[in-house]
């Protein structure tokens, strides 16, 4: 008696538990315990269990656990006695809509999505390739060799930007070279040619001009020089400088990887820079190239301080007018820089420009302060007839005295190589 009372007593309080513990679905799971107890059988091998359960719940392939009520109550509706297929089915149904209600807070998933590390995107065969076809042949032509000197050494895209420069100022050097040349010639006929402006300016006579232009044309063409000579670094340089803008920017806007191309603060080589770093690099080494290196072979023309002005407002101007640009372009510019301040120092050096045929700077011809020449004809100032003829005697005789030496410098070098 004693004992079917604590037998009675267990099971109520077993049911109460369940109740408590398995509000939700217990009461849509069939419980046979009833009948089970009542008929009772031999235990039957339980058929194949449904696709529904044989296959992983939309719980376990997310990695979300189960509740413990859903988890313990799937674990009693398959221990106990076998039931038909549609009642696993009906089962399955309810754990997975209970297990698709269960929600993982927005804030934890946030967290998580942080988490990760964002990385940039690899470079991959073909992208530049691909971002150069529809450009011009110049700007295609060095787009695809700053991706030949990325793709041979597998440095960062900012390194080989650079590299590429160094490569291109390096090939340009024999020209910079002919036109410094051809500059101190020029500036070592500027007496004669002011003596034969000068008649034609005091002449009002349409045969001695017409004898003194014919009298410039032959002096230039005995030289092999012209007027224009003093721009032919600009003619040399500027091609290249739009070349590399153009191909820099077209490869910002369409190589994925030049989001990751650099280090430090210029990682992203597709935005500006925001601390200014950059462009004020830039200015900087342009002023300090302005100032050293302007008056390379162009001592005692009039035009050197007038140009030298010009290029100090732009270096001071080069802050605002590229704090925009991306931090791509600034590679080759400060690169480009620096060549031409490593390349003035160099030239600088005696022996080096006796191994070039140059002249010493300090002996270089400086014309008398008047009158001033102009390129294009023009004069600040006309002196006096007399004071002018003695001039240009005494500028001749220095003419001829440095051409002079310039064809004995060339002969005795052509001696010694023979």
Known sequence: MAFSARRSLASGLSRHLSRRLHPSVSH???SHHDDHSENPSPPAQPPPLPSALRSPSRSQALGLP???????????????SPRSNDELDASAEVLSD?????????DVLADAAASVPVSAPAPFPGEVAAAAADSFAP??????LIDGVHSLTGLNWWACIALTSLLIRTLTVPLLLNQMKATVKLNAMRPEIEAINL????????????????KLGELFLRHGVTPLTPLKGLFIQAPIFMSFFFAISNMVEKVPSFKGGGIYWFTDLTTPDELLILPMLTSLTFLVTVELNMQDGMEGN????TMKNFSRVMAVLTIPFTMSFPKAIFFYWV?????????GFV???????SFLDLPPIETQFAPAQQPTFNLFGASKSVPAAGSSIAESDRSSSVLSQRFSDLENRAKSRRESQD
């Open 347 to 353: 030239l600088r050096k005696p022996a080096v420009r």
């Open 98 to 106: 209970a297990a698709s209600s269960v929600s993982v807070p927005a």
């Open 199 to 214: 008649e034609m300016r005091t002449s009002t006579d349409p045969q001695s001009m017409l004898e003194g232009k014919r």
């Open 302 to 305: 009039p035009m050197l301080k």
């Open 66 to 80: 189960l509740p413990f009520g859903l988890l313990h109550a799937s674990r009693r509706s398959l221990s106990t």
């Open 28 to 30: 849509l799971l069939p």
């Open 335 to 343: 690169t480009s820089n620096l060549f031409s301040l490593g390349y």
């Open 139 to 144: 700007v295609a032509a060095l787009q695809h």
